[in-house]
């Protein structure tokens, strides 16, 4: 049974034709405080709606203030994990929350952020452990954000780190693993190739081109990523709605970068 109902689960957060998903994580509050975006977020989440995005991101705390009594469905994630920019150890993530209790609040799926490279990388593997067997019990699928994060990494970008911080959430028993873009699809490729699950690119901090991002994205694709979770570049955007839309065309329907670009100008 709780094999069914990962699988129910799953298709809430993952396209069930293309087997991709567009994720918009907006669970910055706790890390970084209310930023631009991220006020109303009954209006932000009914924009990244609308737009057709699989599924958002959030902590247990604003479930009920983002809720909707309308609008597009879209799948709903809950943060397990966090830490805040104010802590002398802000790559430490804490468990703040159960895989039981975001079932309790309606979840479809949970998250788990992972910093390895730095000297708190144990107790968050420990954690990490622990959150994928509650999952795996439930019936719960299990996004990992895993990123290259502290005193021993010189380069969070470096392919041989990224796939190897990916091959960790794949080994522990993440059902999708969410990692930085490396730069290029030939660097990209050996992340995917090595790993798997599912990998879908985090979008980073707040670009200055759409161009940018958008040839990120499909960078993504061509080397057999699986989606995106892209924030501050969706809900900080002028238009969330067509960035989503945007984005979409390029993981669902093998759209180009520049079609993309023409959602974003219409």
């Not at 983002?66 to 468990?95: Q, W």
């Not at 380069?155 to 041989?160: A, L, P, S, T």
């Not at 290029?184 to 050996?190: D, I, K, L, T």
């Amino acid at each position: 049974m709780t094999i069914l109902g990962k699988r129910i689960r799953m298709e809430r957060i993952i396209n069930r034709n293309t087997g991709r998903t567009v994720i918009v994580p907006m669970d910055h509050g706790i890390s970084v405080g209310p930023i631009d975006g991220l006020t109303d977020m009954k209006t932000t989440i009914q924009n990244i709606a609308e737009g057709g995005a699989n599924a958002i991101v959030e902590h247990k705390g604003l479930v009920e203030e983002g809720h909707r009594k309308g609008g597009a469905d879209i799948g709903l994630i809950i943060h397990l994990s966090g830490s805040t920019s104010l802590s002398i150890y802000p790559n430490a993530k804490t468990l703040v929350c159960s895989v039981e209790e975001a079932l309790k609040l309606g979840a479809d799926s949970v998250s788990i952020h992972v910093n390895l490279g730095n000297g708190q990388e144990k107790e968050m593997l420990h954690d990490f452990g622990r959150v994928a067997y509650e999952a795996r019990t439930w019936g719960m699928p299990l996004l990992a954000m895993m990123y290259p994060r502290g005193e021993k990494i010189r380069d969070e970008y470096d392919v041989n780190v990224v796939k190897h911080v990916a091959r960790v959430g794949c080994e522990m028993g993440a059902d999708i693993v969410k990692v930085s873009y490396t730069g290029s699809a030939e660097s990209f490729r050996q992340v995917t190739e090595g790993c798997s699950v599912p990998v879908v690119i985090a979008g980073g901090p707040k670009m200055d081109s759409d161009r940018d991002i958008l040839e990120m994205v499909k960078g993504s694709i061509e080397a057999g990523g699986a989606g995106v979770s892209i924030g501050r570049n969706v809900f900080q955007h002028r238009d969330p709605k067509r960035m989503v839309q945007a984005i979409s065309s390029i993981v669902h329907d093998e759209g180009s970068v520049d079609d993309a670009l023409g959602i974003l100008e219409t």
